[in-house]
Each structure stands twice: as C-alpha cells, then as structure tokens.
C-alpha cells in the first residue's frame, strides 16, 4: 500500500502540499495559517486585477499577470489549482499542436505580430488615445 506524501490540513477549500514542507508547517501553526491564506489571496487576486488592467489600458503582456496570480492561487486554494491545472493541460496540448504544424503556427505567429504592429502605429500616427479621451469626457 503506498502513502500519499501530501496533506489537506488547510481547510476544505486548501489545496494539497507537500507533508514537511514549509507550506505545510504553515497550514500546521495556528497563528500563521490565517495570515498566509489571506497573503496569499490579496497576491494573487493582485496580479489577476493588474492582468485585467493591462488588458483595458494600452500595453502588452495581460496573460502572464493573471496567469501568475493563478499560480499563486493554486498553491493554496484547490478551486485556482483546478483551475491552473486545466491551462497549463491546454497550454500542453497548444504547444505540441504548434510542433506538429510548425508553419502554420509560425505563419499565425508573425501575422498577429503584424496586427499588434499595425494597431500600435495607428494609435500612435492617429492619436487614438486622445481622441477616445475627448470621446468619453476625460
């Protein structure tokens, strides 16, 4: 019979960790284990609102700040490990579809690129900004 090395003392909605490890002597120690969750959650709740932002306000990168605030999620909440579980399964399954068709992935790849170049130099030579600030009172 083999033993899980992994222990749920966290609560109902924790996830599992590692039996011994830090995370775990955490959960264990009943004047830290509050203080961690809710560190935790105000972390990772912050980088998922700055990925929101990013992806409202001008400028790149919006997925890998939720992505990170998932990830710390999932260390100690089970419904965000469920969660990250489930993308990093498609993040698999993209990227061995991307090497099983290289050039069409590539072609895709350089033709977004091409978008997001168009669009930032409009927004620039037509000052899109300004314009949409006039448009909404700002």
Do not use: C
Not at 57 to 77: A, K, N, Q, R, Y
Not at 83 to 110: C, R, Y
């Amino acid at each position: 019979m083999t033993t899980d090395p992994t222990t749920d003392d966290g609560g109902i909605n924790a996830a599992r960790v590692p039996k011994g490890g830090r995370r775990d002597r955490l959960r264990s120690h009943p004047a830290t284990r509050h203080p961690y969750r809710l560190v935790v959650l105000v972390v990772g709740v912050s980088f998922i609102a700055l990925g929101i932002a990013l992806a409202v306000l001008p400028g790149p990168l919006t997925i890998p700040p939720v992505l990170l605030g998932l990830w710390i999620l999932s260390w100690e909440f089970r419904f965000a490990q469920k969660f990250f579980e489930a993308f990093k399964d498609k993040g698999d399954d993209v990227w061995e579809h991307a090497k099983a068709h290289p050039v069409s992935s590539a072609l895709i790849t350089v033709v977004g690129l091409i978008g997001a170049a168009v669009a930032m130099w409009a927004t620039f030579h037509y000052d899109l900004v300004a314009k949409a600030k006039d448009a909404i009172g700002l």
